[in-house]
C-alpha cells in the first residue's frame, strides 16, 4: 500500500513539474541554462584556487559554444587577493584562469571560446 501511495504522489509530482515546464517561455528556459553553465563554471574555476569559499566573481556571461567565461578574484598563497582575472570554462579539467598560460596563449583562447 505504501508503494503505491509513494509511486502516486511520485508521479503527480512529475506531472506538475511537467506542467511548470511547459509553462516556461524559451527566454526563462535560455536563462535557466545560461545560469545552470555559469554555476558550473565558477564551480569549476573554485576547484583551481586555493581558498574556493573566498573566490568572487563578475562579468559572467556564456560564451561561444557554450563556455562560461567570466573574472574571477581569489586569494593568493598570503591570502590576499589577487586581483580580478579573466577565466574559461569549458570542463572540469578544461578550465583555464589567465594565470595559468602565456598571455598571448590566454588571449587566443579567450577570442576562440568567449569572443
Same mark, same amino acid.
Given at each position: 500500500? %505504501? ?19 511547459? *509553462?516556461?517561455?524559451?527566454?526563462? #528556459? ?6 545552470t ?8 574555476? %573554485?576547484? +583551481?584556487?586555493?581558498? /574556493? ?9 556564456? *560564451? #561561444? ?9 581569489? +586569494? !593568493?598563497?598570503?591570502?590576499?587577493? $589577487?586581483?580580478?582575472?579573466?577565466? $574559461?570554462?569549458?570542463?572540469? !579539467? ?5 594565470? !595559468?598560460?602565456? /598571455?598571448?596563449?590566454?588571449e ?6 568567449? %569572443?
Amino acid at each position: 500500500m %505504501r508503494l503505491a501511495t509513494t509511486i502516486a504522489a511520485l508521479a503527480g509530482l512529475t506531472a506538475l513539474a511537467a506542467l511548470g515546464a511547459c *509553462g516556461k517561455t524559451a527566454e526563462q #528556459k535560455q536563462q535557466e541554462e545560461m545560469a545552470t553553465l555559469t554555476s558550473l563554471g565558477e564551480k569549476y574555476v %573554485r576547484e +583551481k584556487v586555493l581558498e /574556493p569559499n573566498q573566490a568572487r566573481f563578475r562579468n559572467q556571461f556564456i *560564451g #561561444k559554444g557554450g563556455a562560461p567565461c567570466g573574472e574571477v578574484n581569489a +586569494k !593568493d598563497a598570503f591570502g590576499g587577493y $589577487i586581483g580580478f582575472q579573466r577565466y $574559461i570554462s569549458v570542463a572540469r !579539467d578544461l578550465t583555464l584562469l589567465a594565470q !595559468d598560460v602565456s /598571455p598571448a596563449e590566454f588571449e587566443a583562447q579567450w577570442q576562440q571560446l568567449c %569572443r
